[in-house]
C-alpha cells in the first residue's frame, strides 16, 4: 500500500522533529521551574503554590466563575510558569468567599469551577489568601490628608483599626487578604498622579509579608 | 457540503464558549474545560499532566478522563477535525505558502494544468527523504509522473510493477529507512500483510516528553505552549484589551508562540501536536464511523489510478485500508473529493477487512495490467471531473483549500 503523505511517520525527519520537540519541551519545563514564578495572590482554595502550578491546566474557569472579578488571568510578567493561571486583582473586584466563611455549606464559585482540584476543598472559616498591607507613600491617612478612615471603616473582619495617632493599621492575623479594603480605598482616585501600581493599602501573599513591606 | 460547512463552523466553538462566558458572565470555560459547575470535560492531556505534576489521585480528573476515553472510541479523534481552533489557523497560514509555491512551481514547470502532486504537496521533508523507495506495490506511478517529479519512464513503461521506483512512495512504510527507528514491523512482505495498526511516530515523542516533563517539573509544561490553550488565551488578552485596556506581554508572548509552533513549524498537527497523538492512542479500540469505500463505485478498484482520496488526507490516511485508522479525524473530506461516490461514513462497517482485501486486488494482484489501463482510464476520468480530480490529485494538505475552493 502506498502512503505518500504521513508526513511525521517512521522518516528521519519525522524523527528529527520528535526529538526536537521533545527536548524544546523538556527545556521549557526546566527553565519555567527555574525563572520561578512572581509573588501573586492566588483564590482561595490554593494550599500552597506549588499545588497551584501542579494541578493548574490554565482553562479559564475559576475566572468566568467568580461572581465579584476578582480573579484575572496573570500575564508574562508575573513569571512564565504562572502566565495564564489565575490571580487575584482587588481593583477590579475582591473576594468574600462566596460566602463560605458564615455559611459551611456553600464554597466558592471559583473552587467549585475548577475541575482539576488546583483550587481545593478547604475549612473556610479559618482560608487566608493574603494579607493586606498599607503603603504610607500612598495612604491618604499617612499623607497630607489625614482622617480617611475607609479601609478601617470598610473590612468585614475588623482587621483595620486606627491607632493612637488615628491613622489605619493592620491586624495581620485578622486579616486574611479577601481584599475589600484594597477594592474600596481611594488613594487612586484622589492621588494617582503618583503613577503607583498599587493602592495606600493593598494585599500580598502571606508568605512575602515580611518581604514586600 | 453539509458536512464542510459545518466543519467550517464548528472550531469557533471553543471561541464562542469563551466569549459567550465573557458575555453573559458565567464559566462555561475555555476547550481546556468546559461545562458548568461541578459536571466539565477536561483536556485529556491536561488531566494525564496533573494526574502526573501532583502525583495524586484526583477523582474528578479520572472521571472527565474516562468520559474523554468513551468519546474517542465512539467517535475517534473527531476533537482534531471538527473542534479544534489550531487546525483552520494552521492550513490559513500554511495553505497560503503552499499556494504561493505550488503557483511557483508550476510556471517553472510549464504545465499550470497538472495540479500539483504529493510530493510538491510536502515540499522539502518527502524529496529529502526520497530515493529510491522499493514498495511492493507499484503505486501512483502515474499520478506521480504527470506531476513531473521525474519518475524515470511514462506510467507502466518499461518497469515491473513490483519493483517500481516510485517517489511519491518515499514514505511507504516498508520502504523508508528511519521506520527502524522506531523500532516498527517493516511489514515489506507484500499486499496480504498484516499491516499494524500503530505506528508511533514524532508526535507520541513529544506526547511522552509532555507527561515526563510534567512528572518531572511538577506542573504542566505543554500547557504553557499548547496552541489551543494560546489561541483561546489570546481570544481573552484580546477582549481585555479591548474592554478594560489591559496591555500586559500576553499580547506579544502569545502570538509569538503560536506563529512559531503553526507557521515556522509547518504540520504541527501532524508532527508535533501530543494532544492529537494522545487522541488517536484513546482512539484505538475506535471502529465506528470510520470511511469505508464502496468497491462497486471506486475507481481505484476498477483499475484507475485514482488516489484523490488519499491526496486529500490531511492525516495521509488512505480509506481503503485500516492502516492507522486511529488517526482518521472523520473530517470527510475523503468522502467530499471521492469523484465516484464511493466513499461513505457508517456508524458501523458492515464487515471489517474486507475493504482492505478489495482494496489490494487490483493493485496487487493484477497491479500490471491496472498500470497498462491507467493511463487510458486516468485521463478519461480526468475530463469527466477535471476540477475536482486536478484539486484533490496527490495534494494533501492544500488541496483541502484547493477543493473547497471549487465549491
Given amino acids: ?213 | 457540503m453539509k458536512k464542510l460547512i459545518v466543519r467550517r463552523i464548528t472550531p469557533l466553538i471553543g471561541i464562542a464558549l469563551v466569549i459567550g462566558g465573557l458575555l453573559f458572565h458565567v464559566s462555561t470555560g475555555t476547550l481546556s474545560s468546559f461545562g458548568w459547575e461541578d459536571i466539565a470535560y477536561l483536556c485529556p492531556l491536561g488531566a494525564l499532566e496533573t494526574l502526573l505534576a501532583t502525583k495524586s489521585f484526583i477523582p474528578r480528573v479520572v472521571i472527565a478522563f474516562v468520559v474523554v476515553l468513551v468519546v474517542c472510541f465512539a467517535l475517534g479523534r473527531v476533537f482534531c477535525g471538527w473542534v479544534c481552533p489550531v487546525p483552520p489557523i494552521a492550513r490559513f497560514f500554511g495553505g497560503r505558502r503552499r499556494r504561493v509555491r505550488r503557483e511557483a512551481e508550476e510556471r517553472e514547470a510549464g504545465c499550470a494544468h497538472q495540479g500539483s502532486n504529493g510530493s510538491h504537496a510536502l515540499g522539502e521533508s518527502h524529496e529529502a527523504e526520497a530515493p529510491a523507495a522499493l514498495d511492493g506495490i507499484a503505486a501512483n506511478v502515474a499520478s506521480c509522473a504527470s506531476g513531473g517529479s521525474g519518475a524515470s519512464g511514462g506510467p507502466g513503461a518499461d518497469v515491473a510493477p513490483a519493483a517500481d521506483a516510485a517517489p511519491c512512495d518515499s514514505a511507504a512504510p516498508a520502504a523508508t529507512g528511519g521506520c527502524g527507528e522506531f523500532g516498527a514491523p517493516g511489514a515489506s512482505s507484500g499486499a496480504a500483510a498484516k499491516r499494524p495498526r500503530f505506528r508511533p511516530d514524532s508526535r507520541h515523542g513529544v506526547l511522552a516528553a509532555a507527561l515526563l516533563s510534567s512528572l518531572v517539573f511538577g506542573f504542566p509544561v505543554f500547557c504553557l505552549v499548547c496552541p489551543v490553550g494560546l489561541t483561546l488565551g489570546l481570544v481573552l488578552a484580546l477582549w481585555f484589551l479591548f474592554t478594560a485596556a489591559e496591555v500586559n506581554l500576553s499580547l506579544l508572548v502569545i502570538p509569538v508562540v503560536l506563529v512559531v509552533e503553526l507557521v515556522v513549524l509547518r504540520h504541527w498537527c501532524q508532527r508535533l501536536c501530543p494532544l492529537g497523538a494522545l487522541m488517536s492512542l484513546l482512539s484505538l479500540p475506535n471502529r465506528s464511523v470510520r470511511p469505508s469505500v464502496d468497491a462497486k463505485k471506486c475507481l481505484r478498484m476498477n483499475g484507475s489510478h485514482c488516489d484523490a482520496c488519499v491526496g486529500v488526507c490531511a492525516e495521509g490516511l488512505d480509506p481503503h485500508t485500516s492502516e492507522r485508522m486511529n488517526d482518521c479525524t472523520k473530517c470527510a473530506q475523503c468522502q467530499r473529493v471521492c469523484p465516484g461516490g464511493a466513499i461513505s461514513f457508517p456508524l458501523l462497517a458492515k464487515r471489517s477487512g474486507r475493504n482492505e482485501r478489495n482494496a489490494r486486488g487490483p493493485r496487487g494482484v493484477q497491479g500490471a495490467q491496472a498500470e497498462q489501463g491507467a493511463q487510458g482510464a486516468r485521463s478519461a476520468w480526468g475530463t469527466c471531473s477535471s476540477r475536482d480530480a486536478q484539486g484533490a490529485q496527490g495534494a494533501h494538505a492544500h488541496a483541502e483549500e484547493n477543493g473547497e475552493n471549487h465549491d
Avoid at chain 1, 511525521?8 to 527555574?34: E, H, I, M, Q, T
Avoid at chain 1, 512572581?38 to 475566572?63: F, H, M, N, T, W
Avoid at chain 1, 480573579?71 to 475582591?94: C, N, W
Avoid at chain 1, 487578604?177 to 477594592?183: N, P, S, T, V
Fill in chain 1, 1 to 213: 500500500m502506498s502512503e505518500k503523505f504521513s508526513g511525521p511517520l517512521l522518516s528521519r525527519k519525522g524523527f528529527l522533529y520528535g526529538v526536537a520537540g521533545s527536548a524544546a519541551l523538556v527545556a521549557l519545563g526546566g527553565g519555567a521551574a527555574f525563572a520561578g514564578s512572581a509573588q501573586v495572590v492566588r483564590p482561595p482554595g490554593c494550599v500552597s503554590e506549588e499545588s497551584l502550578l501542579a494541578a493548574c491546566i490554565r482553562c479559564d474557569r475559576c475566572r468566568g466563575a467568580c461572581p465579584h472579578d476578582a480573579i484575572v488571568i496573570a500575564s508574562p510578567e508575573d513569571g512564565i510558569v504562572s502566565m495564564r493561571t489565575p490571580k487575584l486583582d482587588f481593583h477590579q473586584g475582591y473576594c468574600d468567599f462566596c460566602g463560605a466563611k458564615q455559611d459551611e455549606g456553600s464554597r466558592p464559585r471559583c473552587v467549585q469551577a475548577c475541575p482539576t482540584g488546583a483550587l481545593a476543598e478547604r475549612p473556610w472559616a479559618d482560608e487566608v489568601i493574603g494579607v493586606a498591607i498599607i503603603d504610607p507613600q500612598e495612604c491618604i491617612a499617612y499623607t497630607n490628608y489625614a482622617g480617611c478612615t475607609v479601609c478601617v471603616d470598610v473590612c468585614p473582619y475588623e482587621a483595620v483599626f486606627l491607632d493612637g495617632d488615628g491613622l489605619p493599621v493592620v491586624d495581620a492575623n485578622a486579616c486574611n487578604g479577601c481584599g475589600y479594603c484594597e477594592y474600596r480605598c481611594p488613594s487612586h482616585s484622589y492621588r494617582s498622579f503618583s503613577g503607583s501600581a498599587h493602592r495606600g493599602i493593598y494585599v500580598v501573599k502571606s508568605t512575602a509579608e515580611g518581604a514586600a513591606s
